[in-house]
């Protein structure tokens, strides 16, 4: 499969804005937009990108595909290159670039400090979870920070979409001694949260579901 | 010139586990070439191993290791592994890891191969991902200074003692120096050397290619694990959790071959076992397509995969366009782990003052000649935790070393060495092309099945491909991400650790655990119940045997 990788370059000692150059590649049916990368990459050594698992689980290679921020390692070029228009990479938006497809994230790892984001164990924690209170922690448990969800969408109310998940996964772990009450450190309403819930799952690579609040 | 009292090197598990250790009591850094929730730790999917329920015991667990490392692990360490295991358990459940749990609110544990009871602890099958978000968050709650998307350039040692390292930012392409009273290497394996590999790029083994260099004795590093069940094609992991849960394996046939090979332990035989297995399958003709296998999980239902399984399901889904529900997934064993490394006592510290290591980085050596799975997550927790007890340790009311000159002023000279102009010694070379023949050579020759004469053509051929290394330049400095010279120095880490791993292997003349010499078939403890120790001399390597610390358990026929 012929395709052209359109990627956006901008280097910051020579550059003064950037520009797409493009790669002509020949891709494998199953390849990814990450194996393509290093395909151009081989073609310019100097090109940038982060990447590490290649498996959609540390999160490395989030950036803008044909606009929209995604996991390059999780897109199959096959998906993108079936109207025969270019792949389009670019930066991933909200964050400043360093250069070409690498922005500084240390923005976004401060922001989980927006809330308090390990567990404060309650000290008579014996060892045991309910298995159905277990399992509501799963789905946000899987968040692998990639950057994507604070790339994409604003809630509003000042903490970070990123820190809202791990806040959220925190506030439903029974372990927790604030428990429910580091809801109050999201800055949202019941329909703020809930709306917040909506976009994220229209975005996170790894399809988390922030469940509503627990029953009272 | 930055200074801490404890330097961390590597922000994966045993990393991160070392540091939350030693942070109370001391000022501690982790440096990562990569952020530390980005670590390959993360990509562990099945679970950790620890003598909890009431039917199994430690003293099982420790059997079970002994047998499955083919008797070359060291029972003290193994005992340390095991006993502490229920410990640093309950530790990671008070810090807030989301495991899956039984009925009755315990964490829930799963089989894994080679084991005698369903020991490993689990979280679906997102076990690494969930311990590592969880140090990640426990160090920051310790106030852990992280350096994240800093290399490791070199490590200053002085008089045969560690006074710090030199790194290199990524984000701005400057060096420098940190000086420390003691640094742990935890900076893993060293996967890439392989085509075939389950391993995520950064694992390059740099943290041992420099230990190497500096000075410090590795082993064991013909040791290395392929994984049985890696997607065909992308060798990305199927979690040995997926036979765990009842999963079969299946040849051309549709026939479950393993009870040829393992009729008790069947797919939960140690992956050595399982990976030959495959490959004589394929090598008789009972491959699909005549390349792979199947891991059938059909059977499981799709409740069952979607609620322990679903990492593993997306993964199929995704990467080769098969629903394990649905349809058995197309398997072959890649390179998974290594069991060499850095050579340490039971606390981490190495031949060098003030240098620990920990983790797939450290060789204590548990695993012998082939890892359990489920025992190197556990390794991590435990011998980390160690470690960052031992460094803490060492640095109360000690004396930062003196400022690092000789060893800085040599480490400044070879970072100059790899700028300028390349001439290559053939025409089209570059560290891509050096790199894939590195690859194409050691899966081919130094894989799951060895001969002396292949693993001889190999070290000629790694022998020349340094040479032509040699030649090369990286043409820009002091750039901000230049990933054209983290993957020259990269591909000088694989380049060492190859040739260390395929004359290890022609060396041993026998068949151990992973290593397995189709001219050697028997393993034979008269001559080879030893490590392989690995120091840098004037000439190249030097290889020498190192006791094995045994114990209760002496060697028996291994079967399963």
């Not at chain 1, 990814?32 to 990368?37: C, G, I, K, W």
């Not at chain 2, 799709?302 to 593993?312: D, F, S, T």
């Not at chain 2, 090369?472 to 880490?493: D, I």
Request: glycine letters at 10%; proline letters at 5%.
């Amino acid at each position: 499969m012929k395709a052209t990788l359109s990627i956006s370059r901008f280097n910051p000692i020579t550059d003064c804005a950037g520009y797409l150059k493009d790669y002509q590649l020949t891709l494998e049916p199953h390849e990814t937009v990450l194996d393509a990368l290093f395909k151009a990459w081989e073609l310019d050594p100097g090109l940038s990108f982060r990447r590490s698992c290649r498996s959609s689980i540390c999160g490395s290679c989030a950036m803008a595909i044909q606009g929209r921020p995604r996991l390059a390692c999780q897109t199959l070029a096959s998906e993108l290159t079936g109207e025969g228009g270019a792949i389009v990479l670019g930066p991933l938006p909200g964050f400043r670039r360093i250069k070409d497809l690498v922005v500084d994230l240390d923005p976004f790892f401060e922001a989980l400090k927006g809330v308090i984001p390990w567990l404060l164990t309650r000290p008579d924690h014996n060892g045991l979870v309910d298995p159905q209170e277990a399992h509501r922690v799963e789905s946000p448990a899987t968040c692998i920070l990639c950057a994507i969800c604070d790339a994409g969408i604003d809630p509003g109310g000042g903490v970070s979409p990123a820190a809202l998940v791990k806040n959220t996964r925190l506030a439903m772990d029974p372990r927790d001694v604030l428990g429910a009450d580091r809801l109050k450190f999201t800055g949202l309403t019941g329909d703020g949260l809930k709306s917040f819930r909506e976009l994220l799952a229209g975005i996170c690579p790894k399809k988390i579901e922030l469940p509503g609040p627990a029953p009272e | 010139m930055i200074i801490h009292d404890i330097v961390i090197v590597g922000g994966g598990l045993a990393g991160l586990m070392a540091a939350v250790e030693a942070a109370p009591g001391a000022d501690v850094a982790v440096v990562s070439k990569i952020y530390p929730t980005r670590s390959h730790s993360g990509a562990a999917q099945g679970g950790f191993n620890s003598a909890m329920s009431h039917d199994d015991s430690v003293e099982s667990h420790i059997f079970d290791t002994v047998k499955g490392s083919d008797y070359l692990g060291d029972q003290d360490a193994i005992e340390i592994l095991c006993s502490d295991g229920p410990e640093v358990i309950r530790q990671l459940e008070m810090m807030g890891v989301p495991w899956s749990r039984t009925p009755d609110g315990r964490v829930a544990q799963r089989s894994l191969g080679g084991a005698g009871f369903p020991r490993a602890c689990y979280a679906a099958d997102f076990a690494g991902h969930v311990v590592l978000h969880t140090l990640y968050e426990q160090a920051l709650k310790a106030g852990v200074r992280i350096y994240p998307e800093w290399y490791l350039i070199d490590l200053l040692v002085e008089n045969e003692m560690l006074a710090g390292l030199l790194t290199w930012r990524l984000d701005t392409g400057q060096t420098e120096v940190i000086r420390c009273k003691s640094l742990i290497l935890a900076t893993g394996g060293y996967g890439r050397i392989f085509q075939k590999t389950t391993n995520g790029h950064a694992n390059t083994g740099d943290g041992m290619a420099l230990a190497y260099r500096a000075g410090a004795v590795l082993a064991d590093m013909e040791f290395v694990q392929f994984h049985p069940t890696t997607l065909y094609g992308t060798n990305i992991l199927i979690s040995e959790a997926a036979r765990g849960e009842g999963g079969y394996l299946r040849n051309s046939s549709g026939e479950r071959f393993m009870s040829g090979y393992a009729p008790q332990k069947m797919e939960l035989a140690p992956r050595d076992v399982v990976s030959r297995s495959i490959f004589q399958e394929i090598k008789e003709g009972r491959g699909i397509n005549g390349v792979y296998i199947h891991l059938d999980l059909t059977h499981l239902g799709p409740e069952k995969i979607a609620g322990r399984l679903p990492q593993v399901q997306e993964l199929a889904r995704r990467y080769a366009a098969v629903d394990p529900a649905a349809a058995p997934v197309p398997i072959e064993p890649a390179q998974h782990y290594s069991m060499g490394g850095i050579r340490t006592s039971l606390d981490g510290e190495t031949n060098i003052r003030g240098l620990l290591a920990a983790g797939e980085a450290a060789n204590v050596s548990v695993h012998g000649a082939n890892r359990l799975g489920g025992n190197s997550l556990l390794e991590t927790v435990v011998f980390g935790r160690r470690a960052g007890r031992k460094a803490a340790e060492i640095v109360s009311g000690t004396d930062l070393p003196a400022p690092p000159q000789a060893s800085l002023e040599s480490a400044r000279e070879r970072w100059q060495a790899n700028f300028g102009s390349s001439r290559p010694l053939a025409g089209g070379d570059s560290c891509f092309v050096i790199r894939r023949e590195l690859n194409r050579i050691m899966t081919g020759k130094v894989g799951v099945f060895r001969t002396g004469s292949e693993v001889a053509e190999a070290v000629t051929d790694l022998a020349e491909l340094r040479r032509r290394y040699e030649a090369l330049r990286v043409s820009t400095r002091e750039a901000p991400f230049n990933y054209e010279l983290t993957e020259h120095l990269e591909v000088g880490y694989l380049l060492d650790l190859s040739r260390l791993t395929a004359e290890a292997a022609l060396r041993r003349t026998e068949s151990r655990g992973a290593h397995f010499r189709l001219d050697y078939p028997a393993r034979d403890d008269v001559n080879w119940l030893n490590h392989t120790l690995i120091k840098k001399g004037d000439q190249g390597p030097v290889y020498e045997a190192g006791k094995v610390s045994a114990g209760r358990y002496l060697p028996q026929e291994r079967g399963y």
